[in-house]
T-cell receptor
């Protein structure tokens, strides 16, 4: 079974631009969540989608947004990029029911903002 | 607001040693606690998940315990190997059950041959 796939692996953007990151969950998984990882703040929850609906949202500005498609694939978008948005962005998928299924993470997209 | 802390921040041991990593959390209203490992430049690999009603979980050389009332979990690694070198992260899932994890700060482990 293929794991969680994130594209692209690396991205370099300049301040003010926008970026879209993509995540394909494990087949059959309906929940996709996104995390930002930085050396200073560690891993922080961005948002979670289940059946195309945002079910949970972290404490990030409105420049960060996401969506989920009917095939459970998800995208996140960051507009008006700032230097502080440089981070590893991780996507995780799970079955999505309110249960104790573990999260499966992708290898992330490394975003550098110059 | 849930806060998760891990001690120590870094650990260096010779191969073969048994070791314990610690995780503490401030809000005991959790659904489960999960331990992950992260290799440099990679994503997270799930190691163990302990449901809030459980006391411990075992997988191979790994054993994780949970004391929800005191807000503590430990990850025990037996007979450590160089391949165990990685950053270990604990994370708690809130009692809504939705997939929002609050992560600890991590313990960077180095096992020397």
């Amino acid at each position: 079974k293929a794991g969680v796939t994130q594209t692209p692996r690396y991205l370099i953007k300049t301040r003010g631009q926008q970026v879209t990151l993509s995540c394909s969950p494990i087949s059959g998984h309906r929940s996709v969540s996104w995390y930002q990882q930085t050396p200073g703040q560690g891993l922080q929850f961005l948002f979670e989608y289940f059946s195309e609906t945002q079910r949970n949202k972290g404490n990030f500005p409105g420049r960060f947004s996401g969506r989920q498609f009917s095939n459970s694939r998800s995208e996140m978008n960051v507009s008006t990029l700032e230097l502080g948005d440089s981070a590893l962005y991780l996507c995780a998928s799970s079955l999505g029911q309110v249960d104790n299924s573990p999260l499966h993470f992708g290898n992330g997209t490394r975003l550098t903002v110059t | 607001k849930q806060e998760v802390t891990q001690i120590p921040a870094a650990l260096s041991v010779p191969e073969g040693e048994n070791l314990v990593l610690n995780c503490s959390f401030t809000d005991s209203a959790i659904y489960n606690l999960q331990w992950f490992r992260q290799d440099p430049g990679k994503g997270l690999t799930s190691l163990l998940l302990i449901q809030s009603s459980q006391r411990e979980q075992t997988s191979g050389r790994l054993n994780a315990s949970l004391d929800k009332s005191s807000g503590r979990s430990t990850l025990y690694i037996a007979a450590s190997q160089p391949g165990d070198s990685a950053t270990y992260l604990c994370a708690v899932q809130g009692d809504t059950g939705f997939q929002k994890l609050v992560f600890g700060t991590g313990t960077r482990l180095l096992v020397s041959p």
